[in-house]
């Protein structure tokens, strides 16, 4: 694998190329040959653009070569649209030119088909023989204003400070058009296409060293390779916004149909956000606020909020949204709201939210924003009507929130004057408070340098099974978990020795290789008081196992817990992200519920106290209705150790601890499942 720093020079040419080549450039308007190079030259792009055409006619004036091996020295980049079946070749002739990185706009490969999938892997072999970086194909290109280089389109030349990288050419054009008419601009779109060579991690690479880029934002249907994607991340001191679609089974299944993505398990990809501090969009608004928020809106110092407002329900909606989403919209201080009673009209409405009133104008707002300076972390500004000369209240640079709505043509007016100061503006109150509160969330300084990575033992020829009950609950004991006391028992004799050492009560469950779920046939029975009730269970199992057709593993006996808080915890490994830790609220109803947390391996003291905070039902373990609350300390410890034992067996595929039973002090894990990868066993 090259090195971050190999990859990310290595693109250099793609944004910062000299002298740029367009093969299959055309003379026909309506051909994204004529467009893109007429977008090049009309985004003033400082070097030379030659044409490559195979009847050698001039497009606007500009004399073109017929064939790609007539080109001069020097050409950094190749903008490649010509027939998919052209394209393998025409890389191998910029390779013998030395051209260092190609756009292969055209499409017609992997998405396509198997036989278009054939044509892509013949591409990128001659792409890596002859040392030629690839975007695409199938994508709409590169848009870098900062080099006046638009090989793509539509031609947008705004520039800003959010890096747009997208596997979908129109989602992300569209992006930067929604910056471009709020004239707050971008830093760069790249449109990602297919993925056959360059892809998203390295782009990430790449922006976090570029100067022009506060933000990077990206749509995305899966992650091409997890490890290089985790490393990128780790290494980026820049916020990221993601919008990961593909969260359900058919977009799952439609994603894997556009572009050829592995969408993934969105539950793993959601606990790998989280886990490494990415803000994760559910919709393409909340890409792009998010990441105008956290370009161009400094970062609060503390939770307290002053909504000044001339609409009394917009400001309603943002006290709602602001309190859900962790800051204060706290009462005035009395000396603050002294001075406000000296300054403004008597109908204006003193506290918090504080309601100028419909006849509110921008010095009304200046008087107040400047007698507030130094007591509120966030002073938000909801402009609720035509209000003229807004942007000359609000200086650049401070953390001032901004909502404009209700004001038409004024309106519209003022917010492009807002984005010209570099202070963003947000259409709704809740837009804008939850776009805010991504910096709340992104803290990237807790998150510790990447680890090395392990090396995998090779598996063995075996066939695949899970463990028994009892064997996943020895591999647990021999590496010091807390499990209740058990035994095998293989005969009814065994199974009454088995009680008698462990101590009534007992558990009697099946020890059968096949029954996943053992409550659901019946194989578990609690409570088993003396040596009778032993032997009726022992039987009772067995011919439960029997009539289902599973194999005889005879049972296990264990010791009954006592009662206590149950969780599940859990590990899964992920095809793409390696293996997972979960944790959720234990027992029969875990995959009722689904209220789980997954994080991926390996796991700090703070990813197990995230865990558990994030689920649902987590004020059940600070106790409720005079219930004992649970050791949450022993919790994260139990996560961490778990994490600590699939680094140590990456053997492992899959994992069920379930339930644990938690105390006020202490844990047990009264049953576990433990399947190997595949071969592994």
Same mark, same amino acid.
């Given at each position: 694998?090259?090195?971050r720093e190999i990859m990310s020079s290595s693109l250099r040419p793609l944004f910062?190329?000299?002298?740029?080549?367009?093969?299959?450039?055309?003379?026909?308007?309506?051909?994204?040959?004529?467009?893109?190079?007429?977008?090049?030259?009309?985004?003033?792009?400082?070097?030379?653009?030659?044409?490559?055409?195979?009847?050698?006619?001039?497009?606007l004036g500009t004399p073109s070569l017929k064939s790609v091996v007539d080109l001069?020295?020097?050409?950094?980049?190749?903008?490649?649209?010509?027939?998919?079946?052209?394209?393998?070749?025409?890389?191998?002739?910029?390779?013998?030119?030395?051209?260092?990185?190609?756009?292969?706009?055209?499409?017609?490969?992997?998405?396509?088909?198997?036989?278009?999938?054939?044509?892509?892997? &013949?591409?990128?072999?001659? /792409?890596?023989?002859?040392?030629?970086?690839?975007?695409?194909?199938?994508?709409?290109?590169?848009?870098?204003?900062?080099?006046?280089? =638009?090989?793509?389109?539509?031609?947008?030349?705004?520039?800003?400070?959010? !890096?747009?990288?997208?596997?979908?050419?129109?989602?992300?054009?569209?992006?930067?058009?929604?910056?471009?008419? &709020?004239?707050?601009?971008?830093?760069?779109?790249?449109?990602?296409?297919?993925?056959?060579?360059?892809?998203? @991690?390295?782009?990430?690479?790449?922006?976090?060293?570029?100067?022009?880029?506060?933000?990077?934002?990206?749509?995305?249907?899966?992650?091409?390779?997890?490890?290089?994607?985790?490393?990128?991340?780790?290494? =980026?001191?820049?916020?990221?916004?993601?919008?990961?679609?593909?969260?359900?089974?058919?977009?799952?299944?439609?994603?894997?149909?556009?572009?050829?993505?592995?969408?993934?398990?969105?539950?793993?990809?959601?606990?790998?956000?989280?886990?490494?501090?990415?803000?994760?969009?559910?919709?393409?608004?909340?890409?792009?606020?998010?990441?105008?928020?956290?370009?161009?809106?400094? /970062?609060?110092?503390?939770?307290?909020?002053?909504?000044?407002?001339?609409?009394?329900?917009?400001?309603?909606?943002?006290?709602?949204?602001?309190?859900?989403?962790?800051?204060?919209?706290?009462?005035?201080?009395? $000396?603050?709201?002294?001075?406000?009673? *000296?300054?403004?009209?008597?109908? =204006?409405?003193?506290?918090?939210?504080?309601?100028?009133?419909?006849?509110?104008?921008?010095?009304?707002?200046?008087?107040?924003?400047?007698?507030?300076?130094?007591?509120?972390?966030?002073?938000?500004?909801?402009?609720?009507?035509?209000?003229?000369? /807004?942007?000359?209240?609000?200086?650049?640079?401070?953390?001032?929130?901004?909502?404009?709505?209700?004001?038409?043509?004024?309106?519209?007016? *003022?917010?492009?004057?807002?984005?010209?100061?570099?202070?963003?503006?947000?259409?709704?109150? *809740?837009?804008?408070?939850?776009?805010?509160? =991504?910096?709340?969330?992104?803290?990237?300084?807790?998150?510790?340098?990447?680890?090395?990575?392990?090396?995998?033992?090779?598996?063995?020829?075996? @066939?695949? @099974?899970?463990?028994?009950?009892?064997?996943?609950?020895?591999?647990?004991?021999?590496?010091?978990?807390?499990?209740?006391?058990?035994?095998?028992?293989?005969?009814?004799?065994?199974?009454? @020795?088995?009680?008698?050492?462990?101590?009534?009560?007992? !558990?009697?469950?099946?020890?059968?290789?096949?029954?996943?779920?053992?409550?659901?046939?019946?194989?578990?029975?609690?409570?088993?008081?003396?040596?009778?009730?032993?032997? /009726?269970?022992?039987?009772?199992?067995?011919?439960?196992?029997?009539?289902?057709?599973?194999?005889?593993?005879?049972?296990?006996?264990?010791?009954?817990?006592?009662?206590?808080?149950?969780?599940?915890?859990?590990?899964?490994?992920?095809?793409?992200?390696?293996?997972?830790?979960?944790?959720?609220?234990?027992?029969?109803?875990?995959?009722?519920?689904?209220?789980?947390?997954?994080?991926?391996?390996?796991?700090?003291?703070?990813?197990?106290?995230?865990?558990?905070? &994030?689920?649902?039902?987590?004020?059940?373990?600070?106790?409720?209705?005079?219930?004992?609350?649970?050791?949450?300390?022993?919790?994260?410890?139990?996560?961490?150790?778990?994490?600590?034992?699939?680094?140590?067996?990456?053997?492992?595929?899959?994992?069920?601890?379930?339930?644990?039973?938690?105390?006020?002090?202490?844990? $047990?894990?009264?049953?576990?499942?433990?399947?190997?990868?595949?071969?592994?066993?």
């Open positions: 694998m090259m090195s910062h190329p000299a002298r740029i080549a367009v093969i299959g450039a055309s003379t026909n308007p309506e051909k994204k040959g004529f467009q893109i190079f007429r977008n090049l030259r009309d985004a003033g792009f400082p070097g030379e653009i030659i044409p490559v055409n195979p009847k050698g006619e001039a497009i001069p020295d020097g050409v950094d980049l190749a903008v490649v649209i010509i027939p998919a079946k052209l394209v393998p070749a025409a890389i191998l002739e910029l390779g013998k030119r030395k051209v260092p990185t190609a756009i292969i706009i055209s499409g017609g490969f992997a998405e396509s088909g198997d036989e278009g999938a054939a044509l892509q892997e &013949e591409l990128v072999r001659n /792409a890596r023989r002859c040392g030629v970086r690839l975007l695409g194909p199938n994508c709409q290109g590169v848009n870098y204003p900062y080099h006046n280089l =638009c090989a793509s389109w539509p031609l947008i030349t705004r520039r800003g400070e959010i !890096a747009i990288v997208s596997q979908s050419g129109t989602v992300g054009a569209a992006l930067i058009d929604w910056a471009s008419e &709020e004239a707050l601009g971008f830093s760069a779109f790249v449109s990602m296409g297919n993925r056959a060579d360059v892809d998203e @991690a390295e782009l990430i690479d790449f922006f976090a060293d570029d100067v022009s880029t506060k933000a990077i934002a990206l749509y995305i249907e899966g992650v091409k390779d997890a490890a290089k994607f985790l490393s990128a991340v780790r290494n =980026c001191r820049k916020p990221i916004v993601i919008f990961k679609a593909g969260r359900t089974a058919r977009g799952r299944k439609a994603a894997e149909s556009h572009t050829r993505s592995l969408a993934g398990s969105d539950a793993i990809y959601d606990g790998v956000f989280r886990q490494l501090g990415i803000h994760r969009a559910s919709s393409l608004e909340d890409l792009y606020d998010f990441a105008k928020a956290l370009a161009y809106l400094p /970062a609060p110092r503390g939770p307290r909020m002053l909504i000044v407002t001339s609409s009394g329900g917009s400001a309603i909606i943002a006290t709602d949204v602001a309190e859900e989403e962790g800051f204060s919209v706290s009462p005035l201080p009395p $000396n603050l709201a002294e001075r406000l009673r *000296e300054i403004l009209p008597s109908h =204006c409405i003193i506290g918090n939210p504080l309601d100028l009133t419909g006849d509110a104008d921008a010095e009304r707002y200046r008087e107040v924003l400047t007698a507030a300076e130094g007591h509120y972390d966030v002073m938000m500004s909801i402009f609720g009507d035509p209000i003229p000369g /807004a942007s000359t209240v609000m200086p650049p640079g401070r953390c001032d929130l901004v909502a404009y709505l209700g004001g038409a043509e004024v309106e519209r007016a *003022e917010r492009l004057l807002l984005h010209e100061k570099k202070i963003a503006v947000f259409p709704t109150p *809740e837009r804008a408070v939850r776009a805010l509160a =991504c910096h709340a969330r992104f803290d990237r300084s807790r998150f510790p340098r990447e680890p090395e990575r392990q090396e995998i033992r090779p598996a063995s020829a075996e @066939a695949s @099974a899970a463990l028994s009950p009892v064997e996943s609950m020895e591999l647990l004991a021999r590496n010091g978990f807390p499990v209740v006391s058990f035994r095998r028992a293989g005969t009814v004799e065994e199974a009454t @020795a088995a009680a008698r050492a462990i101590g009534f009560p007992v !558990a009697v469950k099946t020890n059968s290789l096949d029954v996943t779920h053992k409550s659901d046939v019946g194989g578990v029975i609690l409570n088993v008081i003396d040596e009778a009730g032993v032997r /009726a269970a022992f039987r009772t199992v067995a011919e439960i196992t029997r009539r289902i057709g599973a194999r005889d593993g005879g049972v296990l006996v264990s010791a009954m817990a006592p009662p206590g808080l149950e969780v599940v915890v859990g590990v899964t490994r992920d095809l793409q992200f390696g293996h997972a830790v979960m944790f959720g609220l234990g027992g029969v109803l875990v995959e009722i519920l689904g209220d789980v947390a997954f994080r991926v391996v390996p796991l700090t003291e703070k990813d197990a106290a995230e865990m558990i905070a &994030e689920i649902r039902g987590a004020p059940v373990l600070g106790g409720v209705r005079g219930g004992k609350p649970a050791d949450v300390a022993g919790l994260r410890h139990l996560l961490v150790r778990v994490s600590d034992l699939v680094m140590k067996h990456p053997e492992i595929g899959q994992m069920d601890l379930n339930p644990v039973i938690v105390y006020e002090k202490g844990l $047990n894990i009264v049953d576990a499942r433990v399947v190997p990868a595949d071969g592994a066993r």
